[in-house]
């Protein structure tokens, strides 16, 4: 298909969404990342029944701790698509570049690389 | 176990906004299982309070974590002796109990709560604690087939159910179980309803809270 998804995004690999816990995302946006993207089984057709579903609910809670830090919650997001489905994936993956790039960096690394 | 809640991390923030170093102390135990305390809650809350910090140009505060194995007994508390003075605060993640323990123990550091402790009850699934006991300090589970209506029962009623008992549900709300329902049901399954027409003494409530902080002293077990 040799479709192509923004330069940007770092796949990182997980046996199931539901694997993917708070604590992960936070790590991540506190260690600077513009962004946490989840993208996930489609809704009721997670191999693991509810991981999806659980994934969902960590990153709306994501959101929340954003929210009360001050730092826009769009940063997290999470999306469902089937595993077959390239040409969404790199749909999802421009929407979330473009809106990542709306906000700006975050504002972590700032405070990072003033740090080093 | 004893069943707690996480606080709104608004809360902590304004506990903790202007303190320079930080320990954020887990508990292993109950607060673990109601995912209210545990180590996995200590690195969410110490992250979250790392992005509020730098967010908010105070980038050198430290927040350390830290998690126990428990907070109410001696030996695991003096695992942080050597580094509890170091702190401007810390923000306890255990119980009501843990929290104070602490407290006590390290006079001179500021001990903040990180969670509302509710009450004593079990794990029905996952994401949801229901109340079982009251620490009444007289057990009449033999009496009413396992279950008790000094914590269930909403008017604490001991003989029987009250007239707002319909169709099993508790009148102050109708997703609540009758306390008293469950317990003739029970007596019933266990071929027991001989029980239910006993009479009791009078319960002795003086073991209650009513009578102020209680302590349980037992010379066998004391060195």
Redesign the interface.
Known sequence: MRLTYPTSFRIIRVPCTGKV???HM??A??KGADGVCIIGCMEGECAYKTGNYRARKRVEQVQR??K????DPERAQMYNLSSSDGPLFGKYAEEMDERIRKLGPN??KS?QK??A | MIVADKKPVEEIIEYVKDCEKILILGCNECVTVCEAGGKKEVGVLASTLRMYFANHGHSDAVVDERTLERQCDHEYLEEIRDIADQYDAIVSIACGVGIQFTAEKYHSVPVYPGVNTSFLGVTEQRGLWTERCQACGQCILAHTGGICPVARCAKRLLNGPCGGSSKGKCEINKDLDCAWQLIIDRLKAIDRMDLYEKFFNIKDWSTDRAGGPRKVAREDVQI
Do not use: N
Not at chain 1, 68 to 71: E, H, K, M, S, T
């Open positions: 816990d708070v604590q936070l790590r946006l506190e701790i954003l009360a830090v001050d730092i504002p972590m405070v003033s740090a």
